[in-house]
């Protein structure tokens, strides 16, 4: 079992960066894959980017490749998500996941969720 509390969130101006983090509480974190996911009003939940148990290994939506970087630190138990040159369609509530099998941009393989952070581009 494990808690998840993001934050980071807030207003930046189109072109500008933020860094997201997520606090997990738990034995086992460094077990876990992780990802980051992201709702707009209206719209569904899409995948952002995922990192392996050990974060030897990530994954990404093609559209975030180059612009977003997601890392973890064990030690400190969190997951962090690097927005660079973020654009106004990146508004959107921004969630963690954890989860006990290989890492997916699918959200059914999830098996907790954070409350998630707002992330709002202004132009």
């Known amino acids: 079992q494990v808690q998840l509390v993001e934050s980071g969130g807030g207003l930046v101006q189109a072109g500008g960066s933020l860094r997201l983090s997520c606090a997990a509480s738990?034995?086992?974190?460094?077990?876990?894959?992780m990802g980051w996911f992201r709702q707009a009003p209206g719209k569904e939940r899409e995948f952002v980017a995922a990192?392996?148990?050990?974060?030897?290994?990530?994954y990404y939506r093609d559209s975030m490749k180059g612009r977003f970087t997601i890392s973890r630190d064990n030690a400190k138990n969190t997951v962090y998500l690097k927005m660079n040159n973020l654009k106004p369609e990146d508004t959107a509530v921004y969630y963690c996941?954890?989860?006990?099998?290989?890492?997916?941009?699918?959200?059914?393989?999830?098996?907790?969720w954070g409350q998630g952070t707002q992330v709002t581009v202004s132009s």
């Open positions: 738990g034995r086992t974190f460094s077990s876990y894959a």
């Open positions: 996941a954890a989860s006990q099998n290989f890492y997916s941009d699918a959200k059914y393989e999830y098996d907790y």
């Open positions: 990192i392996s148990w050990s974060g030897g290994r990530t």
